[in-house]
């Protein structure tokens, strides 16, 4: 059973930055897909970015509205998975998710590829 909690969430300005961690246990392994996911208020949950961490590993997967703002990482331990968000829009503002699955998604940006979830940490950018 893999356990994703989330943190660094909060309230910015246009303009400002944060950093979403989310720490990672439960693996038995490192292959994985780890991705970030967020929910704006009245919408589907929607992917943000993802990326395989196991050997070998080095494909990330951005979506467009994110593209050159947002950095998907993680630690040298492979327990934190982070999200770099730069240059935040109003439209940015929603609940974020990690999420993991021990496989390669379908597609790696849809929620229903993916097993295992954190509860969320909420981002308001004003």
Do not use: H
């Not at 356990?3 to 994985?32: H, K």
């Not at 992917?47 to 593209?67: E, H, L, P, Q, R």
């Not at 496989?103 to 509860?119: E, F, N, R």
């Amino acid at each position: 059973q893999v356990q994703l909690v989330e943190s660094g969430g909060g309230s910015v300005q246009a303009g400002g930055s944060l950093r979403l961690s989310c720490a990672i246990s439960g693996r038995s392994n490192e292959n994985y897909f780890l991705a970030w996911f967020r929910q704006p208020p009245g919408k589907e949950r929607e992917g943000v970015a993802a990326m395989y961490t196991g050997f070998g590993g080095g494909n990330i997967y951005y979506d467009d509205s994110v593209k050159g703002r947002f950095t998907i990482s993680q630690d040298n331990s492979k327990n934190t998975l982070f999200l770099q968000m730069n240059v935040l829009r109003p439209e940015d503002t929603a609940m974020y998710y990690c999420a993991a699955v021990p496989l390669c998604p379908v597609s790696t940006l849809s929620p229903a590829g993916y097993t295992w979830w954190g509860q969320g940490t909420q981002v308001t950018v004003s």
